[in-house]
């Protein structure tokens, strides 16, 4: 189990790089039409009007699926800003008590937001709601990075939970100078 949850995480952090790799790939697009434009606008008179269709809504489309995509995989590699300077100065079980109440809050949330994600796109698909762009997509494809992002968040919390829960240290907390020791869970 911990190997496929592992596997899930790193692909949904792929997914993140991927959709960050898609916004680098548009704006470079864009700016390139705009330097061409601007080069035979120069040269003729009359611009060539190259553009990349919708590029400002995909490039927002990309951002939510790489925010989304990236919370589980940053999680884990424990780079979310935590306030581990309040934490650090609590006695082992007083901390482990303030990690499950910290964890678990995020777990409840994560899932209630996970709910409406899901909720908003099924009403997407619904009401066939579409972007505003030039390329009339599908509202619902991209509100499903959003929706999948949090379901993966969701699990890695979950997971987290349950570690802090059994006495482990958990992977957000792996290197932290306030960690649990083996000797401070035994007390």
Not at 67 to 76: D, I, P, Q, V, W
Request: glycine content about 10%.
């Amino acid at each position: 189990m911990r190997r496929s949850l592992d596997l899930v995480y790193r692909l949904s952090g792929a997914l993140a790089a991927m959709f960050l790799a898609g916004i680098c790939l548009l704006v470079v697009l864009q700016v390139g039409a705009n330097i061409a434009d601007t080069i035979f606008r120069q040269l003729s008179g009359e611009p060539l009007g190259l553009l990349v269709p919708s590029y400002a809504e995909f490039t927002g489309f990309f951002l939510v699926g790489a925010t989304f995509f990236a919370l589980a995989y940053a999680l884990r590699a424990g780079t979310h800003i935590r306030v581990t300077l309040v934490i650090r100065g609590l006695g082992p079980r007083t901390r482990r008590w303030v990690e499950i109440w910290c964890t678990a809050s995020g777990a409840a949330l994560a899932v209630y937001f996970t709910g409406f994600s899901i909720d908003m796109v099924l009403d997407s698909i619904a009401f066939n709601d579409v972007s505003p762009g030039i390329v009339a997509l599908p509202i619902w494809i991209p509100q499903s990075s959003m929706a999948l992002g949090l379901i993966v968040f969701s699990i890695a919390l979950i997971d987290e939970l349950i570690a802090v829960i059994s006495g482990r240290t958990p992977a957000y907390a792996q290197g932290d100078i306030g960690e649990l020791s083996r000797t401070d869970r035994q007390d």
